[in-house]
C-alpha cells in the first residue's frame, strides 16, 4: 500500500484501470461504469486513510467536468427551456421531490447536512452536485468526506431503482400501448418522384411545406442539382431526402415513384459526405454557407454523431458534422477544401474556446449571491463553469471564438474529467465510510432508497399518466431527468428508439443545472 500512498498518480490510474474494469462487470441487468472508478478509490482508501489525490486533482477534473458538459448541452437547454416545456416541469418536480425526501428522512435519522445532500447528489447520479455540495461546506478549509459516503451508497441504489423504473415503463407500454406506441420514428430514406400534379411550387417551396430537401431535378433527360428559385413541373423527377412516412405522403399527393432512379448516375451529378472541419463555419447556420450560390450545390442531410438530421437552413452545424453534399462531381473537390474534410481537425481541442471559457467561468466562481435569511450562495468551480458552458454552448460562437467542442472531444473530455475525479473523490471519502455503513449503514441506504424512489415515481407518474408520453418519450424522459448512462444504456437496448435519445438529450442539462443549484441551497439552509 505504500506505493498508493506515495505515488498519487499511480492511485489514479490504478483507480481508473481497474475501476473501469470493475464498471463493466454486470449485476443483472446493470453495471456501474465510471463509478466503478469511485468504489475501488474507496476501497483502497479504506484500506489506508494516507491514500489521497492533490486538491487541484479535484478542482481541475470537477471543472472540466462540467464546463464540457454544458458546452455540450447549451443548444438542447434553450430548446427544452422553448419548446419542451412539459417535461422539464415534470423533471424539476421530482427533483424537488428528491430534495424534500432527502431532508425529511435524513433529519429524521439525525444525519448531517453534508451526508444528506451528498446522498441526493448520488441518488441524482449529480457528480457536479457533488462538487458543488464539497465546496460549499469545504470553505478555505479542507473537503469533508461525508458528501461523498453519502453519494457513494446512494449511487448504486438508484441504478438499481431506475432500471426498475425503466422495466415497468416497457411494461406498461407493452399490456397498453398508447397511440405514440404504435408510432415508429420513420427512417430518412431517399426517393425519386414523378411528379404528375401540377404543385404550383419551387424547391423553396416545396422544402418549405413537406420538411424535406431535393437535391436533383431531371427534366428532359437531363439531371442538375436543385436551385430553390426553380418551378417546378408535371414531368419532373425529383429526387428527395425526407422522413420515409413523409416521402411516401408527397408521393401520393404528387405524383408517383419515378421508373428509373437518376441519382445512381454519378458520372456529372455526384454526392458525398464531407466532414466539416474548418472553424470559420463551426456555429454558423447551413444557409449562411450559401452552398447554392458559390458551388452550385444542396446539402441534404447531415450525419452527427450516430444520428441521421434533415438539413434545414437553421441547423447550426457543429464541428465533425458529416455533410451529405450533392453538386457537380468537378467540384467536390473544391467543397470538400472549403468544409475542412479532415478527421483530424475534426477531433481539435479547440484550445482558445476552452482555455477562454473555462477562465470566464472560473472568474464567475468568485461570485457570491446572498440569499434570504442571510446565507450566501457560492457558485464554485462546479456550478459556475457549467452555467457558462451552457450559454456558450448555446451561443456556439461569438465572432471568431468558437466555443462548441467537437462531440467526439467533448465525450473524451467528459468521460475522462469524469472518472478522475470519481478517484479524487473516493480516495478522500473511503476511510469514513466504513466508520459511517457501522454507525448509520441502515439509514443511509433507506435514505437512499426513499431519494431513489421519489423521483422515479414523479417521472412515472408525471410522463406516463399525466402527459401521457409513449414508452420511448417516458424512458428518455426518466433517464434524461436521473441524468445516470447505466439506465439510459438499458432503456435503449430495450427500446432502440430515437425518441430515447432525444428524451434524454432535452432533460439532461436542466436537471443537472437544477440539482446542482438545490444541493447547494440544501446545504445553505439546512
Partial sequence: MHWFVDSPLLTLFFCVGVGCIVGKI????????????????????????????????????????????????????????????????????????????????????????????????????????????????????????????????????????????????????RRKPTAEDREKLPPIVVRTLEIVHDPGLTVHDFSQRFSAVISRLTRDAETVVAHESERLYPGDLVTITARENVAESIVDELGRPAASEPWMDRSAIDFRRITLSNPRLVGRELQELRMEERFDAVVSRVRRGDVDIIATPDLVLQSGDRLRVTAHRDRLAEIATELGDSERAAGDINPIGLGLGLTIGLMLAFVEIPLPGGGTLVLGTATAPLIVGVILGALGRTGPVVWTLPGNVANTLNQYSLLVFLVA???????????????????????????????????????????????????????????????????????????????????????????????????VYF
Wanted: hydrophobic residues 55%; aromatic residues 8%.
Fill in 425 to 523: 473523490v473516493g480516495t478522500g471519502a473511503g476511510a469514513g465510510l466504513v466508520t459511517a455503513l457501522g454507525n448509520n449503514g441502515i439509514q443511509l441506504v433507506v435514505l437512499g432508497l426513499t431519494i431513489s424512489l421519489a423521483h422515479a415515481l414523479v417521472c412515472v407518474v408525471g410522463l406516463r399518466t399525466v402527459l401521457h408520453y409513449g414508452t420511448a418519450r417516458a424512458l428518455g424522459g426518466l433517464t434524461g431527468s436521473q441524468l445516470n448512462p447505466a439506465p439510459y444504456a438499458f432503456a435503449m437496448g430495450k427500446v432502440p428508439d430515437q425518441r430515447v435519445a432525444l428524451g434524454y438529450a432535452v432533460l439532461f442539462p436542466v436537471s443537472m443545472i437544477v440539482k446542482v443549484l438545490l444541493a447547494q441551497i440544501m446545504v
Fill in 26 to 173: 454486470p449485476f443483472g441487468p446493470v453495471s456501474f461504469g465510471p463509478a466503478g472508478a469511485l468504489f475501488v478509490a474507496l476501497a483502497l482508501s479504506a484500506i489506508d486513510s494516507d491514500v489521497s489525490l492533490p486538491p487541484i486533482v479535484t478542482s481541475l477534473s470537477l471543472c472540466v467536468f462540467c464546463y464540457v458538459v454544458g458546452i455540450a448541452a447549451g443548444p438542447s437547454f434553450v430548446n427544452a427551456i422553448r419548446t419542451g416545456w412539459k417535461p422539464v416541469l415534470v423533471s424539476i418536480t421530482a427533483i424537488i421531490a428528491m430534495a424534500a425526501a432527502a431532508l425529511g428522512v435524513g433529519k429524521a435519522f439525525g444525519l448531517d447536512i453534508g451526508t444528506i445532500a451528498g446522498s441526493f447528489a448520488g441518488a441524482g447520479t449529480a457528480t457536479a452536485a457533488l462538487g458543488a455540495v464539497q465546496e460549499q461546506l469545504a470553505g478555505d478549509g479542507p473537503i469533508p468526506p461525508q458528501p461523498a459516503i453519502g453519494y457513494a451508497v446512494a449511487y448504486p441504489i438508484t441504478v438499481f431503482l431506475t432500471i426498475l423504473a425503466c422495466t415497468y415503463l416497457i411494461s406498461a407500454g
